[in-house]
C-alpha cells in the first residue's frame, strides 16, 4: 500500500480539475432512508412525489425535513419508473434481445448452468456492469427496467424540482448497483450527479512528510452512494436517502455530473477485459 494510504492527508488546497472539497470542521455523516415513498409509474413527476416524503423526513436531532448542504440519493431504479423505462422482456430470449440493445461491447462472458450467460458488457452510458443494468428485480413479471436514458439530466431536473418545492438546493445523486473486479459483494456506485463534487482531486497536494500526492483523486459521489445503500438498502422499500455533513462537496452550479468518474479509453487499462470467461475452456 503507497504512503498515499498510509499518512494522513494534509490540509484541502483548490488544485486540479475538478471542484475543490474542503474537509468539514467536524468528520461525521448522517444518512437516513425516510418511509413512505410509493411506488413509481411512468409520468409521475419525481420531485413531486418525493417532495412530502423529503420534508416529514425525522433526524435524530428531532429535526425535520432538507436543509442547505444534504445530498438526495435516489435509486435509478425509480427514477427509471418515473421516466417509463420499463420495456417487455417475457422470456429469456427477450430479455438477452433486451441486453444486447443496451450493449455497446462485451467485456466478458461466462456460460450458466440454465443455458444462458452472463455478461458483463459496456453499455452506452459507458458504465460497465453487469447485462447492462437491465433488471428483471421488483418489476412486473414478463419486463424488464432499463436505466435512465441520461442519468445526469434526471439528477438535475430532480435538483431543480426539490428546489422549487422545498426552497432547499441539495445536492443529487442516482445510484446503481456493481459487483466489483477481485472483490466479492455489490456497491452502489454514482451514475448520475447534480450539484455535488463528484471527484476530490488531491494532486499536487503533499502529505505529512512533504511527499506530493500524485494519483490521489477520491471518488466523493461513489463514497456518498455506498453509504446511502447501508440505510436504503435492497428490499425496504426505501428508494431515497438523504446523507447531512457532506455540505463542502454539495456545490451552487450543476456541475459535470457522475460522467466525470468513467475512465476514458486512453486512461483505462482494464478496459479490454476478455471476451470469454478462461473458465469456460
Known amino acids: 500500500m503507497s504512503a498515499e494510504h498510509n499518512e494522513p492527508a494534509a490540509p484541502a488546497v483548490a488544485t486540479g480539475p475538478t471542484v475543490p472539497v474542503e474537509p468539514a470542521a467536524t468528520a461525521a455523516l448522517t ?34 425535513g432538507l436543509r442547505p448542504g444534504d445530498v438526495v440519493v435516489v435509486s435509478s431504479k425509480i427514477v ?22 443496451e450493449t455497446v461491447r462485451v467485456v466478458a462472458e461466462r456460460a450458466r448452468p440454465d443455458g444462458g450467460a452472463l455478461r458483463i458488457v459496456e453499455n452506452h452510458l459507458g458504465l ?25 439530466a434526471s439528477a438535475r431536473k430532480l435538483r431543480l424540482g426539490l428546489h422549487a418545492r422545498t426552497g432547499v438546493k441539495p445536492g443529487v445523486i442516482v445510484t446503481d448497483t456493481f459487483g ?60 431515497v436517502a438523504v446523507v447531512r455533513g457532506m455540505g463542502h462537496a454539495v456545490t451552487d452550479e450543476d456541475g459535470a455530473g457522475a460522467r466525470e468518474l468513467i475512465r476514458t479509453p486512453e486512461e483505462d487499462m482494464f478496459r479490454r477485459g476478455v471476451a470469454e470467461d478462461p473458465e469456460t475452456h
Open 31 to 64: 444518512v437516513i432512508a425516510p418511509e413512505g415513498v410509493p411506488v413509481l409509474t411512468s409520468g409521475d413527476d419525481l420531485a413531486a412525489v418525493l417532495t412530502p416524503v423529503l420534508e416529514r423526513a425525522v433526524w435524530p436531532d428531532g429535526t425535520l
Open 80 to 101: 427509471s419508473k418515473a421516466e417509463g423505462r420499463l420495456v417487455a422482456a417475457r422470456d429469456e430470449e427477450e430479455r438477452q434481445a433486451v441486453i444486447a440493445g
Open 128 to 152: 460497465v456492469m453487469a447485462a447492462a443494468g437491465v433488471d428483471t428485480s421488483d418489476v412486473p413479471p414478463g419486463t424488464a427496467l432499463l436505466l435512465p436514458e441520461d442519468p445526469d
Open 180 to 239: 466489483r473486479p477481485w472483490r466479492r459483494g455489490l456497491v452502489d456506485q454514482a451514475i448520475g450527479a447534480a450539484g455535488v463534487a463528484v471527484q476530490d482531486d488531491r494532486r499536487g497536494e503533499h502529505d505529512s512528510y512533504g511527499r506530493e500526492l500524485q494519483v490521489t483523486v477520491i471518488a466523493v459521489a461513489d463514497e456518498i452512494a455506498a453509504a446511502a445503500e447501508l440505510v436504503k438498502g435492497k428490499a425496504t422499500g426505501r428508494p
